[in-house]
């Protein structure tokens, strides 16, 4: 099958080490890989600022961008969910509208992909190690995601998964929201930090790259041993 | 003047994060809770299918609400109720005055009904000289205290035991005790003789079955039962949403409500009301009126994108499982009804211009839409108060900054090009008291940016 | 208050011209009242009669309600005494009714009936009430009384102590059932106060604890006969 990724502007920018390891997983399941060039931001930081016109205008850009692909796959539950339940929204009612419910259906996580749509739990990664998962809200609220992640990790060769107390508590991140209210963000921060490095984990993995950047920059800052992967990132090694 | 709200709103959850140990303490508390509403969800033979019916009930209800609050009203009086309606808060208090006026009331008993702080009777009451006591353990405390409930079902969980102690010794003059069990039976102790001697009860009402005309009210405590059946005149006052069609509907709310909010399979007492003491009944009010408040609720109901705000029976499951709510605490969002639903309907009942921080100050994480019983759609209609207050009185330098970020990304070039400039200033902007940048890095470290983009190394790697 | 009657549901007819969409389900929910489609969803009320009595059994139990099952009212009766005996009661409440008089005869302590002029002080003065119920329901343990069958309101609520006297033939597998069995028993004119009684009174007000007996009964006993 051809796969078209969806990275994340941040990704893209921040964490390129993400995107590529989400290539390499697909790859490795025989795939064909591809990157088109065009897209940038879904828009989420504005929608969820309530600018849902400059939303709209990054909807209707990715109808175009992302049109005729087979599949559309990113590393970010939070993004997925921007394009699967909320371009249908901003699109309501608009000519397009059709054609953002069919990129709805042709878009989707990368767990999600790998586990429901390919049938594959096994991608054949080894990770010696502890981990702990971190559900991101977005990937377990919006796309109802909670078992797929952990079936790919429960097949990691060498990998320990350690559940954690406030197993399905966000994080605080929120986009925007971290830094408009910081001090509710960083209160959650700590409350889902503290609970992932009371597992003793060596590795906090979650399939959201915004959740990472709010987990890691706290434990950052805690000056906290614990390092944050990417799915993407520890199915990709060997 | 006070402050704007979203000032103090600012001001109190800095000061209410900041708190650690209360925090803990407000997480503890709601553990047995959590585990629980485990236990009672597991005997569902379907919960989220049992979402669902409650859903269409209160759906159905709610879109036929002129129908079923007339056929409540005449059932209501064939069964010998009087029924008032109060368009605002004022002529509900104004109607509330009265009808103790005229009875020759001097002490007033109420059992919890959050709608009478929406309309802040007891200071009206007060105000004319009537003594009010509250009988719910937790308004009591909440009284006793002169602050306002902190969680709508849990009026005083943000408390420790000695602070009780501490404010029952100042009151009552009671002994401190650390027991749960020996503070609630000093409030036991001094509430009976209250009932006894009080001319009026007043409660509120959690539905208002339209068939039948009856008023079903939801306590574990007792004191609800006790101030509709002891004092002379009983008073209901409910929100005009609080209407069901039939009383079957009932066999599908009253124990979602419990298992969703308390943890409970049933809330202890559930009772239904209709009309004051029949011919042959050993007791009960000679009198009992039900006032009918709107208070801007028609607002809502005309907005029919969110109108199932008005679904809502109160349940406090959204609460109970918002991580801001645990972190921030009740007061913190100085409104009537705290946690995601006060957020979702604040601005609807008191203006989007002054609580629409409400719904910004939320991370969207949606464990309360997956809470709600009855599926109101909780945290997207945060996302829509953001909307329709950018629309309605947004900002021109928040709509700058949006307008441009949506024309870069509209542009893969200069975005790609953007982007290099921000990786290669960062360390530098780590330093700088950028607007956004600034919150971030007090608490959190940005991660290190020093490779090439991924859109750049792309090419290479796809190829 | 007429013109507020006015404008408020002139306000309803105008917000409800625009139709709100049906909300987002799990599925599809097939035609019929919540009551009737929902039931089937609900925690369940036992398949038979063994089952609805072991249901009701185990949810009273677990709600801190005793229940004594007795084959006849002179049994009911004996097991009444013995609570009263053991608890040391001066006086117990009760109302009329042929199952209740039954079952206080020849009580050692004193008895009163609600209905031969009712006293709230008299009634607070006693260590029990003793009332008849509509129904018990299996599926959450809980037992519907009524303003006109079973004395009133506050006989249940006030005294420290709830016993319920009933027949097993009125133990009902759910909600719907009991008040399907209260409107069908009273017809038009329902009592002015019907309510289900689940566990004894209770509050978690401070910080979230579980205390028995808040303001209304402590303790909470049921006698089947039968
Ligand atoms: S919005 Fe839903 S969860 Fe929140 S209190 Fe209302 S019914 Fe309960």
Request: glycine content about 10%.
């Given at each position: 099958m051809r796969v078209d990724l969806f990275i994340p502007c941040f990704v893209d920018q921040l964490a390129p080490r993400v995107g590529l390891a989400t290539a390499k997983v697909l790859r490795g399941l025989g795939h064909e890989v591809a990157f088109r060039e065009a897209q940038t931001c879904c828009g989420q930081p504005s929608f969820n600022s309530g600018h849902w016109d400059v939303a709209r205008e990054a909807a209707l850009r990715a109808l175009d961008v992302f049109r005729g692909a087979e599949a559309v796959v990113g590393p970010s539950a939070?993004?997925?969910?921007?394009?699967?339940?909320?371009?249908?929204?901003?699109?309501?009612?608009?000519?397009?509208?059709?054609?953002?419910?069919?990129?709805?259906?042709?878009?989707?996580?990368?767990?999600?992909?790998?586990?429901?749509?390919?049938?594959?739990?096994?991608?054949?990664?080894?990770?010696?190690?502890?981990?702990?998962?971190?559900?991101?809200?977005?990937?377990?609220?919006?796309?109802?995601?909670?078992?797929?992640?952990?079936?790919?990790?429960?097949?990691?060769?060498?990998?320990?998964?350690?559940?954690?107390?406030e197993q399905e508590t966000c994080c605080g991140f929120g986009g925007l929201f971290s830094v408009k209210y910081p001090m509710i963000s960083t209160a959650m921060a700590q409350v889902k930090?503290?609970?992932?490095?009371?597992?003793?984990?060596?590795?906090v993995v979650s399939s959201d790259p915004s959740c990472l950047l709010q987990i890691g920059g706290y434990l950052g800052r805690q000056g906290k041993a614990v390092r944050t992967l990417h799915l993407a990132e520890v199915l990709a090694s060997r | 003047m006070s402050p704007a709200p979203r000032d103090r709103f600012l001001e109190d959850a800095a000061a209410a994060t900041a708190d650690d140990p209360q925090r803990g303490f407000l997480r503890g508390a709601l553990g047995g809770y959590y585990a629980s509403r485990d236990v009672q969800k597991a005997r569902y033979r379907d919960w989220e299918k049992a979402r669902d019916a409650a859903a269409l009930a209160k759906w159905t209800a709610v879109n036929r609400l002129d129908r079923n609050l007339a056929r409540f009203e005449e059932a209501f009086v064939r069964?010998?109720?009087?029924?008032?309606?109060?368009?605002?808060?004022?002529?509900?208090?104004?109607?509330?005055?009265?009808?103790?006026?005229?009875?020759?009331?001097?002490?007033?008993?109420?059992?919890?009904?959050?709608?009478?702080?929406?309309?802040?009777?007891?200071d009206a009451l007060e105000a004319e000289g009537f003594g009010v006591v509250e009988s719910d353990l937790g308004e009591f405390i909440q009284q006793l205290r002169k602050e306002p409930p902190f969680h709508f079902v849990f009026p005083c969980m943000h408390l420790r035991r000695d602070a009780i102690s501490e404010l029952f010794g100042k009151h009552l003059g009671t002994p401190p005790?650390?027991?749960?069990?020996?503070?609630?039976?000093?409030?036991?102790?001094?509430?009976?003789?209250?009932?006894?001697?009080?001319?009026?009860?007043?409660?509120?009402a959690n539905f208002l079955v339209a068939e039948t005309g009856q008023?079903?009210?939801?306590?574990?405590?007792?004191?609800?039962?006790?101030?509709?059946?002891?004092?002379?005149?009983?008073?209901?006052?409910?929100?005009?949403?609080?209407?069901?069609?039939?009383?079957?509907?009932?066999?599908?709310?009253?124990?979602?409500?419990?298992?969703?909010?308390?943890?409970?399979?049933?809330?202890?007492?559930?009772?239904?009301?209709?009309?004051?003491?029949?011919?042959?009944?050993?007791?009960?009010?000679?009198?009992?009126?039900?006032?009918?408040?709107?208070?801007?609720?028609?607002?809502?109901?005309?907005?029919?994108?969110?109108?199932?705000?008005?679904?809502?029976?109160?349940?406090?499951?959204?609460?109970?499982?918002?991580?801001?709510?645990?972190?921030?605490?009740?007061?913190?969002?100085?409104?009537?009804?705290?946690?995601?639903?006060?957020?979702?309907?604040?601005?609807?009942?008191?203006?989007?211009?002054?609580?629409?921080?409400?719904?910004?100050?939320?991370?969207?994480?949606?464990?309360?839409?997956?809470?709600?019983?009855?599926?109101?759609?909780?945290?997207?209609?945060?996302?829509?108060?953001?909307?329709?207050?950018?629309?309605?009185?947004?900002?021109?330098?928040?709509?700058?900054f949006h307008r441009a970020f949506g024309w870069v990304i509209a542009r893969p070039r200069l975005f790609s090009l953007g982007g290099r400039l921000f990786r290669a200033a960062l360390p530098v902007l780590r330093r700088l008291p950028l607007p956004y940048l600034r919150p971030w890095l007090r608490t959190r470290t940005l991660p290190e940016a020093a490779e090439p983009s991924f859109r750049q190394q792309a090419k290479e790697v796809l190829r | 208050?007429?013109?507020?009657?006015?404008?408020?549901?002139?306000?309803?007819?105008?917000?409800?011209?625009?139709?709100?969409?049906?909300?987002?389900?799990?599925?599809?929910?097939?035609?019929?009242?919540?009551?009737?489609?929902?039931?089937?969803?609900?925690?369940?009320?036992?398949?038979?009669?063994?089952?609805?009595?072991?249901?009701?059994?185990?949810?009273?139990?677990?709600?801190?309600?005793?229940?004594?099952?007795?084959?006849?009212?002179?049994?009911?009766?004996?097991?009444?005494?013995?609570?009263?005996?053991?608890?040391?009661?001066?006086?117990?409440?009760?109302?009329?009714?042929?199952?209740?008089?039954?079952?206080?005869?020849?009580?050692?302590?004193?008895?009163?009936?609600?209905?031969?002029?009712?006293?709230?002080?008299?009634?607070?003065?006693?260590?029990?009430?003793?009332?008849?119920?509509?129904?018990?329901?299996?599926?959450?343990?809980?037992?519907?009384?009524?303003?006109?069958?079973?004395g009133g309101r506050a006989l249940s609520i006030l005294p420290h102590v709830h016993v319920v006297v009933a027949r097993r033939q009125q133990v009902l597998p759910d909600l719907e059932a009991a008040l399907a069995d209260a409107r069908a028993r009273h017809g038009g004119a329902l009592p002015s106060?019907?309510?289900?009684?689940?566990?004894?009174?209770?509050?978690?007000?401070?910080?979230?604890?579980?205390?028995?007996?808040?303001?209304?009964?402590?303790?909470l006993h049921v006698i089947l006969i039968g």
């Open positions: 939070s993004c997925v969910a921007m394009m699967r339940k909320f371009y249908p929204e901003v699109l309501a009612g608009h000519p397009r509208a059709a054609e953002a419910a069919d990129l709805a259906g042709r878009t989707f996580e990368l767990g999600e992909f790998i586990v429901r749509r390919l049938g594959v739990t096994d991608v054949g990664a080894r990770w010696e190690g502890k981990a702990t998962y971190h559900d991101g809200c977005h990937g377990l609220r919006e796309l109802g995601l909670r078992r797929e992640a952990r079936a790919l990790l429960g097949a990691v060769r060498g990998l320990t998964l350690i559940e954690a107390e930090s503290d609970a992932l490095v009371r597992t003793g984990a060596d590795i | 069964n010998g109720g009087v029924v008032h309606w109060a368009r605002d808060a004022a002529e509900a208090r104004a109607i509330i005055l009265g009808i103790c006026r005229e009875a020759g009331a001097r002490s007033v008993i109420k059992s919890k009904c959050m709608t009478t702080e929406e309309i802040h009777l007891n005790t650390d027991s749960p069990e020996e503070l609630t039976m000093i409030a036991r102790r001094h509430l009976r003789d209250l009932y006894l001697r009080a001319d009026i009860g007043i409660s509120g008023v079903s009210i939801t306590e574990n405590e007792g004191n609800a039962r006790l101030t509709c059946a002891l004092p002379r005149v009983h008073i209901a006052l409910a929100g005009i949403e609080k209407v069901i069609e039939r009383l079957d509907d009932l066999a599908v709310l009253l124990p979602m409500l419990a298992t969703a909010g308390a943890g409970q399979p049933m809330t202890c007492y559930n009772t239904l009301y209709a009309g004051p003491r029949r011919a042959g009944e050993a007791d009960g009010p000679e009198a009992f009126h039900v006032v009918l408040l709107d208070n801007r609720r028609t607002a809502l109901l005309a907005d029919p994108e969110q109108r199932d705000a008005l679904h809502c029976i109160r349940c406090g499951a959204c609460l109970n499982v918002c991580p801001i709510f645990k972190n921030i605490g009740g007061f913190a969002y100085g409104t009537t009804y705290q946690g995601p639903i006060g957020s979702v309907i604040t601005p609807h009942l008191r203006g989007l211009r002054n609580w629409n921080h409400l719904s910004g100050a939320s991370s969207l994480c949606g464990a309360c839409t997956e809470a709600c019983p009855v599926r109101i759609d909780l945290h997207h209609h945060l996302l829509r108060n953001r909307r329709n207050a950018v629309r309605a009185h947004g900002g021109w330098a928040d709509r700058l | 208050m007429s013109a507020a009657r006015e404008t408020i549901l002139g306000r309803i007819a105008e917000a409800l011209r625009l139709a709100a969409p049906r909300p987002h389900l799990s599925s599809d929910v097939p035609a019929g009242t919540p009551a009737k489609v929902g039931k089937a969803w609900l925690p369940e009320g036992g398949d038979d009669e063994e089952g609805r009595l072991a249901l009701l059994e185990a949810n009273l139990g677990k709600l801190r309600a005793s229940l004594v099952r007795v084959p006849d009212a002179p049994a009911a009766a004996a097991a009444l005494a013995r609570l009263a005996a053991e608890r040391g009661w001066k006086r117990l409440a009760l109302h009329r009714g042929e199952l209740t008089e039954t079952v206080a005869r020849g009580l050692p302590c004193e008895t009163w009936c609600v209905d031969d002029g009712f006293d709230k002080d008299r009634l607070e003065a006693c260590d029990a009430g003793l009332t008849a119920c509509e129904s018990l329901v299996a599926q959450t343990g809980s037992l519907l009384v009524s303003s006109a069958s079973n106060m019907l309510g289900f009684i689940t566990g004894p009174s209770r509050t978690g007000d401070i910080e979230r604890i579980l205390v028995l007996g808040a303001h209304g009964p402590k303790e």
